[in-house]
Every structure is written in C-alpha cells, then in structure tokens.
C-alpha cells in the first residue's frame, strides 16, 4: 500500500518493537511529564512532547503546548526524525525547502524552529520522538543537544523500566501458580503417603503392646524404626515448605534433656557399623529439665548423627553436649557431632547446607538420602536465633556444632501423669473417616483408651449421627467425599449449632492447616501418624471443662474514637495505616533484634510504642518500651528475647482482629 510518508526499511520490526512496550493509548504518566517539562526548561521553548509513532499516527504520550492527543502520520516533522540515527534540528523552517511550505509552519502551530531526537529501543529501533518546538528562529547550543539526548535515553530507561516491571509481575503471578500448585502437590502427596503409613505405624504399636517372644519383638522395632524413618523424610519435605512460607513455629515447653539425647542415641544406635564407636557424652553440669522445643532438637539431632553414622565405616561417631553458659534464666547448651567418616571437601563447605544438595555428587547413589536434611537443620537452629558451624577434611571426618539457648524450668514439679492412661470414664466418640484401615486401627486404637467408638464414612453420615445420638468428642478426617472436614465442621457449628469438641485428625498436613481448622471452629489438631499418647492428650485438653481457654484478643478503640470526634473516615484510614505499617515495622525490630543492631531496635520500638499507645495495647506498649530501654542500655537480655516473642504474636492477633472488624 502506498503511504504519503517515508516508511523505514525495517518498519515491521519497528511496530513490533513500539507494541511491546503497551505504550500507545495509556495513561498520563509523571515521569514523562517531568521529562517534558525539562525539554522545554532547557531548550527555552514554548512546544514540547514526547510522541510515537505507528503505523498511520503521531501519538503523543506527553506534551507541553499541543493540547491534542495524536495526529496523522503523513503531516508530522516526526515522520522524517524517525528515519534518522540523531538529532534532527531545524534552525528555521522558512529556509528549509521540505517544510517551508508546510501547513504548520505557515499556519497551524506556526512551527518555526523544531529540534527531534528519536528514540531509540536497545535494539536500535526508533519508535517515537522526544521533541522542542518553537515559534522563532533558534539555535541549541552542545549542552542543550546533549541534555535532549540524555532526556531521550531516560524516556527509553523509562519505558524498559516499566516493561520489566509488568514482566516481573507476570512472573510473580507464574512463581504464585507455581507455590499453590507446589503446595497442592505436597499436601496431596502427604495425605497420599501418610495415609498408608499412619496404619502401618499404628497397628505396628498395637502389635508391640501384646506379648511377643525375641526374634517377633526385634522384627517388630525394625518395622517401627523403618516406619520413623519413612516419616522422617515426608516430614522433611513438608517443614521445607513450612520454612520457607513462615509458618514453622518453635514451640516453648518443658522436656528432660537427658532422656531425650539417651532417646535419640538409643533411637539412631541400631544403624551403626560393626567397626564404628557410637559414643553418647553428656556434661555433669547439664541440667535435668529446659524448656524449648523438643522434637525440633529430636529432628536436628537425628539428621546430624543420622548422617555421621551414614558416612562412617570405621573409626567412631561421638556426640557431645556441654553447657558453656548459665544466667539466671537460661541455660547455653553446645551441641557437637564428631565423626571420622569420609569428610567433606573444602569446595562443598559452603553449599552442603543447600537444599537438595550433598557434599559428593556421588554421595546420593552411594550412601542415599534426599539432600533436604542438613538444608532443614540449618534453618530450624536458625529459627532458635543460633547457627550451625562445620570442620571437615577429606577422609578424615566431619564435626557439626551449635549453640542453642534454652529457658530455665521454673516450675517445681511437673505432672508426671501419664498421657497413655485414661482417666476421663467412658466417653463416647464419633469418628468421620473414610479410610477402613484407619477406621480399623482408631477404633482399636479408642477401644484400648477404654472409649466407645462409632464411625462415620464420610461428612454427610456423621451429621446423621450427630443429630441421632450424643456424642462427647469427635474425631474428624479432613479430606472424605461427600462432606470434607472442614465442611461437616461448619455445619456443626452453624446450623446444628452445637459445641461438642472437634479434634481434626489428618495426613494432610501443611502450611495454614492447624490455622484453618480452628478458623472453622474445631478444637485440637492431631496430625497422622498418630502417637496414641499425643492423640489421647487431645482428647483429654478438649474434654477439660477446667482447662483455662486461650482468650480472643480484644482491641480498645475508645481513645481512638474519641479522638476521631465522630469522623468514621479519619477513624478507618488511622485503622488502615496500623494494619499497614506495624506488622512492617515488627519485621524490622526482629531483624535488627537478630542483627544486635541496638540503635535500630530502640527507633522502631520507640516508633510502635506510640501506635500501640492509640489501640491502648498496654501490654504490647510495655514489651516495647523493654526493648528500647534496654537497646538504649546497648545490651540484650533473656527478658528482650521474651517480649520481642509476646510482641510479635500479639501483633499478629490483632491484626487478625482488625482485619475482621474493617
């Protein structure tokens, strides 16, 4: 088709390199305002715009002195500008022979001087034009040719810029698809593997409970080693991913240290070598009884000498514990596995903590192993505001090692009441599952607690007999047909409105899940595979009528309201700026808190106290003017640990409870 306007020989790509940038027909944009206004600034002119131009058009993104939007290609001065590889400058139109006679210049804009730098894409495609206009002879000096030049590349900067960005958020919408669908994956490989192994671990306890002879017991804990082990490696999988969206808590209760190191050397001593020395050293001075989180140090400690015993054939595997601090609150404990196994070369030392990763590319076929092991350890002593250290040398052996502080038991003599023994008489519980292997291995499993059990195959039927008969406990399966458990739940709660406790029991175990089955009103979570004492120990927390509830954080608005004077919208946007800025600002106080950054830590804090002050959270208010005080005396105590612990969750709470109120 014949065009009234030079068409450049690579006018295809050019169109194409103008689409991509999703410039044409958008939005007033500041940045490219700013750039002409400077055009004008510095060229003294009284017309200047930046424009592109497409297939039959000049459109112009902005502009100072036009008042339009776009014009026809085939009366532009552009149309020339594009075709060039610099600046285009007309000193004064009258003389040049192209555009003397042109309608803008002898009526129109009455377009006496023009100055046209193209734009240039980083693949040399000119899309537009960055241009001065004046009504008068003139003539730009270097420094203005060179400001135009550099305006002209800023406007490009500007449009990568932004392409970047929308590519950045298409691929944050592609890695967001990519984590729900990893997670959906997760989970249903975690129901689909803990469903199976829930009934193997299960019967294998109820098999090791009756009477065995030797050969029938040794065979029975090899099972259940094998059981643990399978576990092991699922629940690697799924901490991974607790690790990783946040969600991994460390839980804070009392536990004997002694027995649970004797436990794991006990645990882990079946799978050392015939020429290897597992030795077990525990320092006279450690205590009896902390208070932290037990099965985490369980699981660190198991990878740790887990590995060790893995990569030793002969020599000696040898951990150790020392106290090395003592205050008047906590206790430091050092923790080291030694070995003299293979080693690990220097060139690995730095990414054997890497997630899938292993210090010989060799090491997976020879020795097995998933790689997430020591990737986990890593981030669960990092979570305990600890770090993990490796010496190694080649064929000559490994220590791992770290320092975890623990809080002192200050209560005088823990319940030693027995879990596993029922004292609740004969109560009578409703099971939703639709697994029989597990609804045989619950019901034997409840019989044994001396309760009795009727079981439903799905949501629908344990409505049913819901509404028939009285229950005092069920046991409710997340995922069965029909009716899930979050679905039987909410209608429980809703329509039958009844307050019967809800224990979920379940193998889909991830991230949110225990936060979502209290949302929908149930009462204690019992991951599968079950322990009997753990699942025995919900039921009797759930059956206490005495046990003191956790109660729902309330939030104070009277002082707000009252400073609002009636104004709801004042009131709302102070609400809004809350929910905005604190859990931003509690990020900050812990990463500095983390950092020892004692200057930083007594800023934020001294800044959230005043917002805290407002929702008249005293209780938070006052852990915050610990933590300032105590950053202004430039030193952290065990009591910084604790209220930057309260701070934080109670953040969260209210939050939660803001978020529900607007």
Same mark, same amino acid.
């Given at each position: 088709m014949n065009k009234d306007f030079p068409i450049p020989d690579n006018e295809l790509q050019r169109l194409a390199a103008l689409k991509r940038y999703n410039i044409l027909d958008t939005l007033p944009d500041n940045a490219f305002d700013d750039a002409t206004k400077l055009v004008s600034y510095i060229c003294g002119v009284p017309i200047a715009h930046i424009s592109f131009i497409d297939e039959n058009r000049q459109w112009f993104k902005s502009e100072i002195g036009i008042g339009i939007s776009e014009v026809p290609r085939e009366i532009t001065f552009c149309r020339y500008t594009i075709l060039d590889t610099e600046m285009v400058e007309i000193n004064d139109t009258h003389l040049n022979e192209r555009f003397k006679d042109d309608p803008n210049v002898t009526g129109g804009f009455n377009v006496r001087f023009y100055a046209g730098v193209p734009l240039t894409t980083p693949d040399g495609y000119n899309i537009g034009t960055l241009c001065a206009v004046d009504h008068i002879v003139k003539k730009l000096d270097e420094n203005q040719k060179n400001a135009l030049s550099i305006v002209a590349k800023h406007v490009i900067a500007q449009l990568e810029l932004s392409t970047k960005n929308i590519e950045l958020k298409?691929?944050?919408?592609?890695?967001?698809?990519?984590? *729900?669908?990893? $997670?959906?994956? #997760?989970?249903? =490989?975690?129901?689909?593997?803990?469903?199976? %192994? /829930?009934? !193997?671990?299960?019967?294998?306890?109820?098999?090791?409970?009756?009477?065995?002879?030797?050969?029938?017991?040794?065979?029975?804990?090899?099972?259940?080693?094998?059981?643990?082990?399978?576990?092991?490696?699922?629940?690697?999988?799924?901490?991974?991913?607790?690790?990783?969206?946040?969600?991994?808590?460390?839980?804070?209760?009392?536990?004997?240290?002694?027995?649970?190191?004797?436990?794991?050397?006990?645990?882990?001593?079946?799978?050392?070598?015939?020429?290897?020395?597992?030795? *077990?050293?525990? $320092?006279?001075? #450690?205590?009896? =009884?902390?208070?932290?989180?037990?099965?985490? %140090? /369980?699981? !660190?400690?198991?990878?740790?000498?887990?590995?060790?015993?893995?990569?030793?054939?002969?020599?000696?595997?040898?951990?150790?514990?020392?106290?090395?601090?003592?205050?008047?609150?906590?206790?430091?404990?050092?923790?080291?596995v030694k070995d003299t196994g293979i080693g690990i070369p220097k060139n690995k030392l730095k990414t054997i903590f890497e997630r899938f990763t292993q210090g010989e590319e060799s090491t997976t076929r020879t020795f097995g192993g998933t790689g997430l092991g020591l990737s986990i350890v890593k981030q669960l002593i990092e979570l305990q505001r600890s770090e993990i250290h490796v010496k190694s040398e080649l064929n000559r052996g490994s220590e791992f090692y770290f320092t975890l502080t623990y809080k002192k038991n200050t209560t005088v003599s823990l319940s030693l009441k027995s879990t596993s023994q029922n004292d609740l008489g004969k109560l009578k519980i409703l099971l939703c599952e639709d697994n029989i292997l597990n609804q045989k291995l619950a019901k034997s499993v409840i019989n044994n607690f001396g309760f009795d059990l009727d079981i439903a195959n799905n949501g629908e039927e344990g409505i049913e007999l819901l509404s028939k008969n009285t229950y005092d406990l069920v046991l409710m399966d997340l995922q069965m047909p029909v009716k899930d458990g979050y679905q039987t739940t909410e209608f429980i709660r809703n329509e039958l409105k009844s307050t019967i406790p809800i224990v979920a029991m379940t193998a889909h175990s991830l991230v949110g899940e225990q936060e979502r089955c209290y949302k929908v009103g149930m009462n204690a979570y019992v991951p599968k595979p079950f322990k009997q004492a753990v699942l025995l120990k919900a039921i009797k927390t759930v059956m206490d009528t005495d046990a003191v509830l956790t109660k729902k954080r309330t939030v104070d608005l009277s002082f707000l309201e009252e400073m609002a004077c009636g104004d709801e919208n004042f009131k709302k946007d102070m609400i809004e700026i809350f929910l905005e800025k604190i859990p931003e600002q509690d990020a900050e106080l812990q990463e500095a808190f983390k950092n020892e950054d004692h200057e930083t830590v007594k800023k934020v804090a001294h800044n959230m106290k005043s917002s805290l002050d407002i929702f008249l959270l005293e209780d938070l208010s006052n852990c915050a003017a610990i933590l300032e005080q105590e950053a202004s005396a430039g030193i952290f105590t065990t009591e910084s640990i604790d209220k930057i612990e309260i701070l934080h969750c109670g953040i969260i709470e209210v939050v939660k409870v803001l978020k529900e109120l607007y």
């Open positions: 298409e691929q944050r919408k592609i890695a967001e698809k990519a984590v *729900l669908a990893r $997670d959906s994956f #997760l989970a249903n =490989m975690s129901h689909e593997i803990r469903t199976p %192994l /829930n009934a !193997i671990i299960g019967f294998t306890d109820l098999l090791a409970q009756t009477e065995l002879d030797e050969m029938q017991r040794d065979y029975i804990e090899s099972v259940q080693i094998a059981g643990e082990n399978l576990l092991l490696i699922v629940n690697d999988i799924l901490d991974l991913s607790k690790i990783e969206s946040g969600n991994l808590a460390i839980e804070s209760e009392p536990f004997n240290i002694k027995k649970t190191l004797k436990h794991v050397y006990n645990l882990l001593k079946v799978k050392v070598q015939n020429d290897v020395e597992f030795d *077990l050293f525990l $320092d006279a001075d #450690l205590p009896d =009884m902390i208070i932290g989180d037990q099965g985490r %140090l /369980n699981q !660190i400690l198991v990878n740790l000498i887990g590995n060790s015993l893995k990569f030793t054939s002969e020599g000696a595997v040898t951990v150790s514990v020392k106290k090395t601090e003592e205050t008047d609150d906590t206790y430091s404990l050092k923790f080291s």
